[in-house]
């Protein structure tokens, strides 16, 4: 009976680690056509950002014809209208192909049609500008409208360029596979963005008459320092991401007849502005200066290129691994069945029930566990007997500490308080005091310390006996801790001496609570004992403000004045007021 039971487990237990291996086999699948869909989409988002770019790339570089045309004489108008009609044709064309994209694939075409529809109105304004101004006689255009010309064709490039900008970020968000390529990618067109406005700020100059403009030399230095970065970020991203003959080719063009050409070119205009003047065209100098961008947008056609053949790899890769985990989880199904039917009885079971145990005893539960826990092979019977025995330590342990603890606890309850009437002890109204006077430096709130003495106690255990005199204090703890406030720390000081420490919202706050718990002592009645016995108490207040002084003062500013409180007839409360009563100095205790 028992060898058939095993059977049927064991048969069980085969068929469920051949389920568990097909769902971890379709897991495997569902995630690497996961990682084929990921990349899938990553392509078609990246070819969106690529689109972007090209609007933004496209914007800027409408200038260039742009500015030839503001500079224009009349006899090169129609071919520089020509010029700047294609440029046009071809930035609303890109714009156009992102709309079509957009409304095709995009779950969010109506954001992205709004932020296009703004490309669109900053570039209208700016071609609005450049149109105005080339209406006009050549002699007629002033450089501060040519300066506002250029300046808005810089904001409709600023408005794609954050397009572009959003967009690349959201794939590197989402797919941060593709994350460097829309790096690389945005930085090649940053830097055909930059070199433009730097034959934009020449362009300024020229159109300036040739008067010496500082702003604009501070620009083109600056801008020329931004180019520097640029590149260097360039060779270094596609040093790195992008191994490809035609991408090092392109660098090489970059250098040469954009860095080595047209910026020095540029930059002497700019330097010499004033012989420049009248000698060079604006349409001059931006015919020489833009072909030397060239290069710039070829390299960063190459890394566009690059890059959607990097995504379309891993595409494809990810569409192998769906085939390759297909295929090994097969391989190694009848395996793992077999493994699976030996390990579930008796490895894995037992184990689960001893790690239950286990956390049990880490959690503190030591109680025996129910049910049957004698499970799996002699070896695992060997660890439940152990857990048996770190059980019952684990039991001794325990009390041991409890007792530790409750012994810790009671000495020092003991170590703090007075026995005769369970209040703090002076040691530990040290240790509050200290304390309180930190914290009122901290806040900045001012506190009241308060000691008085039991006038004539010691008559009082001469005449009735120390254990009247027990009494006496008893009665004295409890009539004033009854007057006392929440959080109010009360001491025995010492003897017949007690100490009121309380937090003051008011200077006066000391002496009243001294009076009132004055007039309740004088009033308080005393058990068990003769009607003539009366108590009194003298009492000293001391006021800490906050920085003024230690607590080892402020205990023997109040302990004077106690003394005060008896030299002047006992019974009464003494405060900073009075401390011009004291005309001779402290002598020696007075008798209680």
């Given at each position: 009976m028992?060898?058939?039971?095993?059977?049927?487990?064991?048969?069980?237990?085969?068929?469920?680690?051949?389920?568990?291996?097909?769902?971890?086999?379709?897991?495997?699948?569902m995630?690497?056509?996961?990682?084929?869909?990921r990349?899938r989409?990553?392509?078609?988002?990246?070819?969106?950002f690529?689109?972007?770019?090209v609007?933004?790339?496209?914007?800027?570089a409408?200038?260039?014809?742009?500015?030839?045309?503001?500079?224009?004489?009349?006899d090169?108008?129609?071919?520089l209208?020509?010029?700047l009609?294609?440029a046009?044709?071809?930035?609303?064309?890109?714009i156009s192909?992102?709309?079509?994209?957009?409304r095709r694939?995009s779950s969010?075409a109506?954001?992205?049609?709004?932020l296009?529809?703004?490309?669109?109105?900053?570039?209208?304004?700016?071609r609005?500008?450049?149109?105005a101004i080339?209406?006009e006689?050549?002699?007629?255009r002033?450089?501060?409208r040519v300066?506002?010309a250029?300046?808005?064709?810089?904001?409709?490039?600023?408005?794609?360029?954050?397009?572009?900008?959003?967009?690349?970020?959201?794939?590197?968000r989402?797919?941060p596979?593709?994350?460097?390529?829309?790096?690389?990618s945005?930085?090649c067109?940053?830097?055909?963005?930059?070199a433009?406005?730097?034959g934009s700020?020449?362009?300024?100059?020229?159109?300036?008459?040739?008067?010496?403009d500082r702003?604009?030399?501070?620009?083109?230095?600056?801008?020329?320092?931004?180019l520097?970065?640029?590149?260097?970020l360039?060779?270094s991203?596609?040093?790195t991401?992008?191994?490809?003959?035609?991408?090092?080719a392109?660098?090489d063009?970059?250098?040469r007849?954009?860095f080595g050409?047209?910026?020095?070119?540029?930059?002497?205009v700019?330097?010499?502005i004033?012989?420049?003047s009248?000698r060079l065209?604006l349409?001059?100098f931006?015919?020489?200066y833009?072909p030397?961008?060239?290069?710039?947008?070829?390299?960063?056609?190459l890394i566009?290129?690059?890059?959607?053949?990097?995504?379309?790899q891993?595409?494809?890769?990810?569409?192998?691994?769906?085939?390759?985990?297909?295929a090994?989880?097969l391989?190694?199904?009848?395996?793992l069945?077999?493994?699976?039917?030996?390990?579930?009885?008796?490895?894995f079971?037992?184990?689960?029930a001893?790690?239950?145990?286990?956390?049990a005893?880490?959690?503190?539960?030591?109680?025996?566990?129910?049910?049957e826990?004698r499970?799996?092979s002699?070896e695992m019977?060997?660890?439940?007997?152990?857990?048996?025995?770190?059980?019952?330590q684990?039991?001794?342990?325990k009390?041991l500490?409890?007792d530790q603890?409750?012994?810790?606890a009671k000495?020092?309850?003991?170590s703090?308080?007075?026995?005769l009437t369970?209040?703090?002890?002076?040691?530990?109204?040290e240790?509050?005091?200290?304390?309180a006077?930190?914290?009122?430096?901290?806040?900045g709130r001012?506190l009241?310390l308060?000691?008085?003495?039991?006038?004539?106690?010691?008559?009082?255990?001469?005449t009735?006996?120390?254990?009247v005199?027990?009494?006496?204090?008893?009665?004295?703890?409890?009539?004033?801790?009854?007057?006392?406030?929440?959080?109010?720390?009360?001491a025995?000081h010492?003897?017949?001496?007690?100490?009121?420490?309380?937090?003051?919202s008011?200077?006066?706050?000391?002496?009243?609570?001294a009076?009132?718990?004055?007039t309740?002592?004088?009033?308080?009645?005393?058990?068990d004992?003769?009607s003539?016995l009366?108590v009194?108490?003298?009492?000293?207040v001391?006021?800490?403000r906050?920085?003024q002084?230690?607590?080892?003062a402020?205990v023997?500013?109040?302990?004077?004045?106690l003394?005060?409180a008896?030299?002047?007839?006992?019974?009464r409360v003494?405060?900073?007021s009075?401390d011009?009563?004291?005309t001779?100095p402290?002598?020696d205790?007075l008798a209680?």
């Open positions: 028992t060898s058939l039971r095993l059977r049927k487990l064991y048969r069980l237990a085969g068929w469920m680690t051949a389920i568990g291996c097909l769902l971890l086999g379709g897991v495997l699948f995630a690497n056509l996961e990682a084929y869909q990349d989409t990553a392509a078609r988002e990246l070819e969106r690529h689109l972007a770019l609007v933004a790339n496209l914007v800027s409408e200038r260039g014809p742009a500015n030839s045309r503001i500079g224009a004489a009349p090169a108008q129609v071919r209208d020509a010029d009609g294609a046009r044709r071809h930035s609303d064309n890109a192909a992102f709309e079509s994209f957009a694939t969010d109506d954001s992205e049609l709004a296009m529809a703004r490309v669109r109105m900053a570039l209208a304004s700016g609005a500008a450049v149109d080339s209406a006689l050549l002699a007629q002033d450089s501060a300066r506002d250029i300046e808005k064709m810089f904001a409709a490039a600023d408005v794609a360029a954050a397009l572009r900008d959003d967009l690349g970020g959201d794939i590197i989402d797919y596979q593709a994350g460097n390529e829309v790096l690389l945005t930085i067109s940053n830097l055909r963005e930059y433009g406005r730097l700020y020449v362009v300024m100059m020229l159109a300036s008459s040739g008067a010496p702003e604009l030399h501070d620009r083109i230095t600056a801008t020329e320092g931004r520097t970065e640029l590149r260097a360039v060779s991203y596609a040093g991401l992008i191994d490809d003959a035609a991408v090092r392109a660098l063009d970059v250098d007849k954009y050409e047209a910026l020095p070119f540029a930059r002497q700019a330097d010499n004033a012989l420049m009248g065209s349409a001059e931006t015919a020489d833009v030397g961008m060239k290069p710039v947008e070829t390299l960063r056609e566009g290129q690059a890059s959607h053949q990097r995504v379309a891993a595409r494809d890769h990810a569409q192998k691994m769906l085939a390759l985990t297909a090994l989880m391989s190694v199904w009848s395996v069945i077999l493994i699976g039917a030996a390990l579930h009885y008796l490895l079971v037992p184990l689960m001893a790690r239950e145990q286990i956390v005893i880490a959690q503190g539960v030591l109680t025996e566990p129910e049910g826990r499970q799996g002699e019977q060997e660890l439940f007997d152990s857990l048996d025995v770190l059980r019952q684990q039991r001794l342990q009390d500490e409890l603890e409750r012994m810790a000495l020092k309850r003991l703090e308080t007075d026995p369970g209040l703090l002890n002076r040691r530990a109204l240790a509050v005091g200290r304390r006077v930190a914290e009122a430096d901290r806040s001012s009241a308060i000691m008085f003495d039991i006038d004539y106690f010691k008559s009082i255990n001469d009735y006996g120390h254990g005199g027990d009494v006496v204090l008893k009665c004295v703890a409890t009539t004033v801790q009854a007057r006392l406030r929440p959080g109010t720390s009360f025995r010492g003897g017949e001496e007690f100490v009121v420490l309380v937090q003051a008011r200077d006066d706050e000391g002496r009243l609570i009076e009132r718990l004055r309740a002592l004088r009033l308080m009645a005393v058990p004992v003769p003539t009366s009194t108490a003298s009492f000293g001391s006021l800490y906050p920085g002084m230690s607590w080892d402020l023997a500013e109040a302990d004077q004045r003394y005060l008896k030299r002047l007839g006992r019974n003494c405060t900073e009075d011009e009563t004291a001779s402290k002598g205790r209680s």
